[in-house]
């Protein structure tokens, strides 16, 4: 094992050349090596034997609270971005457990970032140097450092499940509205700064109220999100992109998803629900069970609403679908898209004495006029503006058929040539990467039998540069379908001019007519400077491969 003492020599005429980079981590698991652990010791140590050596500190990154399977962490890629721009040339860490315990990306820095960056790495306490010949046993501390994070994996994810079994509380922060308990943080007690918050959002839901009349009422009555609570009590330093936008005002815009999550949540009814997600090792969380798969646990703590309008609640959110006064859903329902944002427009009557429907835009209705604009359309002058368009398709395509085909192909073909060519001279560059990457595969074969390079440092390569292949060679497939895509859809004109033809008498519109010809229709606004709006309509046809537009003043 080598130590402070035997770094002579050499690195002392080299003193001067070296800017050395100290890297500190710490996580959770962690605490159980006592104070000898900390981030301030590994500092303290690491400094030290940087000034016995004579090098320069250019600087300092430490990474607090981060496990070691995590590549992602804020001063590790800082530290990688200076070493990108020759700003660094040395980095050392306690031991080689401080740079990582994932031994494939871990051995990829130390094999292969740092030398083709001209950086030496020293771990000090782990004896590995790489600028001399003792690293043998850095691939296999690098297994062994992942290999114990993975049994401690398995026995923090046990531990989670037993006490999740008991109905005890296992977050990091408690649900808002709720505090953890001082003398158990497995329980949960009612927080009475933020419940009546809560405890309002329930008595809306039950009134019928959906998310997004709750969550205008929260913001008219400038209730901060929970987000601005967790910063607020020091437990989180994130904010959202409400807040970033306007720091003054939107700490009071909830989202839709937080207040639907709230109305959802079983732990306002009184009962613990746990084990929600799934998760894999070094993956982490790979996707949302279903409530039937939750740990559900009744009774543990104080409620904020009583388990019989708990249950209103969610049937009342399952029908949230509003049907319209005949009981039949929006004839358009699904077809209609804002240009601007891309959400859907949505039905609702006007307040006025003889109420209107009409289609608005979801994300204004939601946010507001700083988020989008109205994008409104009266119900009646679309349903008349469809019917006619869809008539007039229909007797152009049975005055002269072949007319209409022809010049439905010659548009698209000249719209698309650009596009087409721009594809495929994507298609050839891909396609030429992966002839280099089989050339490298061969030299990186030939290196490793001549001696060259490490069997490791081989393994390490080819994983890379098989991975590159892989990812090309199926976008080079879907550019390719992509472009057949394209090419088919001039054909599809032919296609669409004799299914449009049986409707040149329709005189009623109705929801599988409508989504059997139209793929989409798509509303543009604009307003000018005298506050006239004016409203673009793109009808998407099924297999017609341009739109018909249509425009419309307010």
Same mark, same amino acid.
């Given at each position: 094992?080598?130590?402070?003492?035997?770094?002579?020599?050499?690195?002392?005429?080299?003193?001067?050349?070296?800017?050395?980079?100290?890297?500190?981590?710490?996580?959770?698991?962690?605490?159980?090596?006592?104070?000898?652990?900390?981030?301030?010791?590994?500092?303290?140590?690491?400094?030290?034997?940087?000034?016995?050596?004579?090098?320069?500190?250019?600087?300092?990154?430490?990474?607090?609270?981060?496990?070691?399977?995590?590549?992602?962490?804020?001063?590790?890629?800082?530290?990688?971005?200076? /070493?990108?721009?020759?700003?660094?040339?040395?980095?050392?860490?306690?031991?080689?457990?401080?740079?990582?315990?994932?031994?494939?990306?871990?051995?990829?820095?130390?094999?292969?970032?740092?030398?083709?960056?001209?950086?030496?790495? @020293?771990?000090?306490?782990?004896?590995?140097?790489?600028?001399?010949?003792?690293?043998?046993?850095?691939?296999?501390?690098?297994?062994?450092?992942?290999?114990?994070?993975?049994?401690?994996?398995?026995?923090?994810?046990?531990?989670?499940?037993? +006490?999740?079994? +008991?109905?005890?509380?296992?977050?990091?922060?408690?649900?808002?509205?709720?505090?953890?308990?001082? *003398?158990?943080?497995?329980?949960?007690?009612?927080?009475?700064?933020?419940?009546?918050?809560?405890?309002?959002?329930?008595?809306?839901?039950?009134?019928?109220?959906?998310?997004?009349?709750?969550?205008?009422?929260?913001?008219?009555? #400038?209730?901060?999100?929970? &987000?601005?609570?967790?910063?607020?009590?020091?437990?989180?330093?994130?904010?959202?992109?409400? $807040?970033?936008?306007?720091? *003054?005002?939107?700490?009071?815009?909830?989202?839709?998803?937080?207040? +639907?999550?709230?109305?959802?949540?079983?732990?306002?009814?009184?009962?613990?629900?746990?084990?929600?997600?799934?998760?894999?090792?070094?993956?982490?969380?790979?996707?949302?069970?279903?409530?039937?798969?939750?740990?559900?646990?009744?009774?543990?703590?104080?409620?904020?609403?009583?388990?019989?309008?708990? %249950?209103?609640?969610? *049937?009342?959110?399952?029908?949230?679908?509003?049907?319209?006064?005949?009981?039949?859903?929006? @004839?358009?329902?699904?077809?209609?898209?804002?240009?601007?944002?891309?959400?859907?427009? &949505? @039905?609702?009557? !006007?307040?006025?004495?003889?109420?209107?429907?009409?289609?608005?835009?979801?994300?204004?209705? %939601?946010?507001? #006029?700083?988020?989008? &604009?109205?994008?409104?359309?009266?119900?009646?002058?679309?349903?008349?503006?469809?019917?006619?368009? =869809?008539?007039?398709?229909?007797?152009?395509?049975?005055?002269?058929? $072949?007319?209409?085909?022809?010049?439905?192909?010659? !548009?698209?073909?000249?719209?698309?040539?650009?596009?087409? $060519?721009?594809?495929?001279?994507?298609?050839? #560059?891909?396609?030429?990467? /992966? *002839?280099?990457?089989?050339?490298?595969?061969?030299?990186?074969? $030939?290196?490793?039998?001549?001696?060259?390079?490490?069997?490791?440092?081989?393994?390490?390569?080819?994983?890379?540069?098989?991975?590159?292949?892989?990812?090309?060679?199926?976008?080079?497939?879907?550019?390719?379908?992509?472009?057949?895509?394209? /090419?088919?859809?001039?054909?599809?004109?032919?296609?669409?001019?004799?299914?449009?033809?049986?409707?040149?008498?329709?005189?009623?519109?109705?929801?599988?007519?409508?989504?059997?010809?139209?793929?989409? =229709?798509?509303?543009?606004?604009? =307003?000018?400077?005298?506050?006239?709006?004016?409203?673009?309509?793109?009808?998407?046809?099924?297999?017609?491969?341009?739109?018909?537009?249509?425009?419309?003043?307010?």
């Amino acid at each position: 094992m080598m130590n402070a003492m035997e770094y002579t020599g050499m690195d002392t005429l080299l003193a001067g050349s070296f800017r050395a980079a100290i890297y500190c981590r710490l996580s959770k698991d962690d605490d159980l090596d006592g104070t000898s652990a900390s981030i301030e010791n590994q500092r303290d140590m690491l400094e030290k034997f940087c000034e016995k050596q004579g090098w320069e500190v250019a600087a300092v990154y430490q990474d607090d609270g981060f496990t070691g399977l995590n590549m992602e962490r804020p001063d590790l890629k800082r530290m990688l971005k200076a /070493i990108e721009r020759k700003q660094i040339n040395l980095v050392i860490t306690k031991d080689l457990s401080r740079l990582g315990r994932n031994y494939l990306q871990t051995g990829q820095l130390i094999e292969d970032f740092f030398p083709r960056n001209g950086v030496r790495y @020293i771990a000090m306490n782990d004896g590995i140097d790489t600028m001399r010949d003792n690293n043998d046993i850095a691939p296999f501390k690098n297994i062994l450092n992942e290999m114990y994070s993975k049994d401690i994996s398995k026995k923090v994810h046990s531990s989670y499940v037993l +006490k999740a079994q +008991k109905g005890q509380f296992t977050g990091c922060i408690a649900p808002f509205g709720y505090r953890k308990d001082p *003398e158990d943080k497995n329980h949960l007690l009612i927080d009475e700064e933020t419940a009546p918050a809560v405890r309002q959002i329930f008595g809306w839901a039950l009134e019928g109220r959906g998310p997004n009349y709750i969550r205008r009422r929260l913001e008219q009555q #400038k209730i901060p999100c929970p &987000t601005w609570w967790n910063r607020e009590r020091g437990y989180r330093n994130i904010r959202t992109r409400w $807040e970033k936008q306007d720091p *003054e005002n939107g700490r009071y815009i909830w989202d839709f998803t937080v207040i +639907k999550d709230i109305l959802m949540n079983p732990v306002y009814a009184g009962a613990m629900a746990s084990q929600k997600r799934e998760y894999r090792f070094k993956i982490g969380t790979i996707g949302e069970k279903k409530p039937e798969d939750w740990i559900v646990v009744e009774g543990t703590h104080e409620p904020l609403v009583d388990k019989g309008s708990f %249950a209103i609640i969610q *049937e009342k959110l399952k029908s949230r679908q509003r049907p319209r006064k005949a009981g039949e859903p929006s @004839i358009f329902a699904g077809l209609l898209k804002c240009g601007e944002c891309g959400k859907s427009l &949505t @039905i609702r009557y !006007t307040n006025a004495k003889h109420p209107q429907q009409i289609y608005s835009c979801k994300t204004y209705n %939601a946010y507001g #006029k700083q988020h989008c &604009t109205q994008h409104r359309v009266d119900y009646d002058t679309l349903y008349a503006l469809v019917l006619n368009k =869809i008539r007039e398709c229909a007797a152009a395509a049975l005055t002269d058929s $072949e007319a209409v085909a022809g010049r439905l192909t010659d !548009t698209c073909q000249a719209e698309q040539k650009d596009q087409r $060519e721009a594809m495929e001279r994507t298609l050839a #560059k891909d396609e030429e990467r /992966i *002839e280099v990457l089989e050339k490298m595969v061969l030299r990186l074969y $030939e290196d490793m039998v001549a001696g060259r390079i490490t069997e490791e440092n081989f393994d390490l390569l080819l994983e890379k540069t098989q991975k590159e292949q892989a990812e090309l060679k199926t976008k080079v497939e879907e550019g390719r379908k992509r472009l057949a895509d394209e /090419i088919r859809l001039a054909v599809d004109a032919r296609q669409w001019v004799e299914s449009i033809q049986e409707y040149r008498d329709i005189t009623e519109l109705d929801a599988p007519t409508l989504n059997r010809l139209m793929k989409e =229709i798509v509303v543009h606004e604009t =307003i000018d400077s005298d506050k006239t709006r004016h409203i673009s309509i793109e009808i998407h046809f099924n297999l017609k491969p341009i739109p018909e537009v249509e425009q419309v003043t307010g």
